[in-house]
């Protein structure tokens, strides 16, 4: 048997796979899914049996979520990271890792193919089969989906054919959920002017009495929420569990794909979306302005780079460190206001606030100058401009 570690979510194209390369192809196809935050224990069960009944050798399942957080989300979060100034990158950070984990696992296994849905049309094909190819160019890609073009019913009509008989007809929406945010898809999406109907986002409208919340950084990590002391990926499940009552987070993404063309998508994150802008007016009051201004096009290229699936680029290490070296001083306490459908970033509270008064106070009385000071200061400064203006007034004339 030739063996090929899968790329499995439990979904029709991977159960396709699953089935189409262990009966026509004779693969022995050991099936193997990532959870980056998006499956329940229950969950993981259900795709287990399903893969079982496809008839793949093996299931086995991999908890990244704590990988993802250290790998990944630290640095978006330490960077800033909105694509487009809109989407955390919720889906495409989670593919970078799971092509991680599941290319470890085939080496690991002494595969010698692996293989994984992705349409022809998408970002993730770019993602997976470059990571595979980097680390594993010795191991055979297979992408039945891609390669046969297949169409959704086509896929159906197979497995039916082979007596798999589950339920796939699609839903109205398509859902993936993980740490770092969900994404929402629909007929809506694939328009320019359409927006998501209310029950099309998984988190509906629970709460609507506003509430203030406290959370808490150390060196640019959420490490508490309203005092509670946690690690980082339970503080950002724990704001999650109570912003997404508020239906906070939500939006469309427009953006260019890898395969340039372009698409669209909802997507909810409520505790990436508050995490971020929390972490960012804590950075404006605790770094220099020279900090701020470098960070905003690192973080900016971060995010580029690691959407294009470049992940393992050594310039993505390069930023790493700046990045991780930018916290040192990021650390102290963000309020927040929660409302319905929208937050408020209410102030901050930090042994490095460099807001401090014993040197003025913006627009009110200097304190650390004198008058004479300050119009010396002015004179200097607008020197270059002046100069310009001289010579080609001139010019001019």
Not at 2 to 22: E, F, I, P, Q, R
Not at 24 to 41: C, D, L
Not at 127 to 143: C, G, H, S, Y
Not at 164 to 175: P, T
Request: proline share 2%.
């Amino acid at each position: 048997m030739k063996k090929l570690v899968l790329a499995y979510s439990g979904g029709l194209d991977t159960s396709y796979c699953a089935k189409y390369l262990s009966a026509e192809e004779g693969y022995e196809v050991h099936a193997v899914s990532v959870n980056t935050g998006g499956f329940s224990a229950e969950e993981i069960k259900q795709i287990e049996s399903k893969a079982l009944q496809l008839g793949v050798t093996s299931y086995t399942s991999i908890d990244a979520v704590d990988i993802f957080y250290q790998t990944v989300v630290k640095y978006l979060i330490y960077g800033n990271v909105l694509k487009n100034n809109t989407y955390p990158l919720s889906v495409s950070a989670e593919r970078i890792v799971q092509a991680l984990e599941i290319i470890a696992y085939a080496k690991k296994m002494g595969a010698s193919y692996i293989a994984h849905g992705s349409t022809g049309a998408g970002n993730d094909q770019v993602r997976f089969d470059m990571i595979f190819q980097v680390l594993a160019p010795e191991i055979e890609i297979i992408t039945p989906i891609r390669d046969k073009k297949l169409a959704r019913q086509e896929e159906i009509d197979y497995l039916q054919a082979q007596g798999i008989h589950l339920e796939w007809a699609k839903a109205k929406y398509s859902i993936n959920k993980g740490l770092w945010g969900t994404s929402v898809g629909g007929e809506e999406t694939l328009t320019s002017h359409l927006t998501l109907p209310e029950e099309a986002w998984p988190s509906q409208l629970e709460e609507t009495t506003p509430q203030q919340v406290k959370l808490s950084f150390h060196k640019g990590e959420l490490i508490a929420v309203n005092d509670e002391e946690l690690t980082s990926v339970a503080a950002i499940e724990k704001l999650q569990s109570i912003a997404s009552k508020y239906a906070i987070g939500r939006d469309i993404h427009i953006g260019d794909t890898i395969i340039g063309i372009k698409g669209r998508v909802g997507f909810e994150a409520a505790a990436p979306i508050i995490t971020i802008k929390a972490h960012h007016a804590l950075e404006k009051h605790v770094l220099t302005k020279w900090q701020q201004q470098h960070k905003d096009y690192l973080g900016n290229w971060y995010g580029m780079l690691l959407h294009e699936g470049q992940y393992l680029d050594e310039v993505m290490r390069n930023i790493e460190a700046f990045l991780t070296d930018s916290q040192k001083n990021v650390t102290g306490d963000v309020w927040v206001s929660l409302h319905p459908y929208r937050f408020a970033i209410d102030g901050i509270s930090s042994p490095h606030d460099l807001m401090n008064a014993h040197f003025g106070s913006y627009g009110e009385m200097n304190k650390g100058w004198t008058a004479d000071d300050a119009k010396g200061f002015i004179k200097i400064v607008s020197n270059s401009t002046k100069i310009h203006q001289a010579v080609n007034t001139k010019d001019h004339d």
